[in-house]
Nanobody
C-alpha cells in the first residue's frame, strides 16, 4: 500500500518562502511521476508542478520562476520550494504520485499567504 505524507505548510506573508516535502512509502515503482497540486477556496484542484523520475519537469504558468520542484529518488521524496509567495498561492497543497497508471494522493497541507 502506498502512502504519501506531506509536511511544510504554514502561514507566511507575501514575498516570503516555504518548502513543502512529501515522502512516499510502500511499493514504489522506480519509474513514476511525483508532483504537487493545489485547491484554493472555491476553485478546482489545479496542477502546480510535476517531476518525472527521469528528471522532466512541468510547471503551471502561474508559478514559473517562483517555485522549484525537486526530488530524491533514493528517499522517494519530492520537494516544492516556493519563493516570492503571493496571496493567490493560498490553497491546500496535495502531493501526487503517478505510477503504473494509478494516482496516489497525500492528505494535503495548508499554505496561507497573507498580504
Amino acid at each position: 500500500q502506498v502512502q504519501l505524507v506531506e509536511s511544510g505548510g504554514g502561514l507566511v506573508q507575501a514575498g516570503e518562502s516555504l518548502r513543502l516535502s512529501c515522502a512516499a512509502s510502500g511499493s514504489i515503482f522506480s519509474r513514476n511521476t511525483m508532483g504537487w497540486y493545489r485547491r484554493a477556496p472555491g476553485k478546482q484542484r489545479e496542477l502546480v508542478a510535476t517531476l518525472t523520475s527521469g528528471g522532466s519537469t512541468n510547471y503551471a504558468d502561474s508559478v514559473k520562476g517562483r517555485f522549484t520542484i525537486s526530488r530524491d529518488n533514493a528517499k522517494n521524496t519530492v520537494y516544492l520550494q516556493m519563493n516570492s509567495l503571493k496571496s493567490e498561492d493560498t490553497a491546500v497543497y496535495y502531493c501526487n504520485l503517478f505510477m503504473l497508471g494509478a494516482d496516489y494522493w497525500g492528505q494535503g497541507t495548508q499554505v496561507t499567504v497573507s498580504s
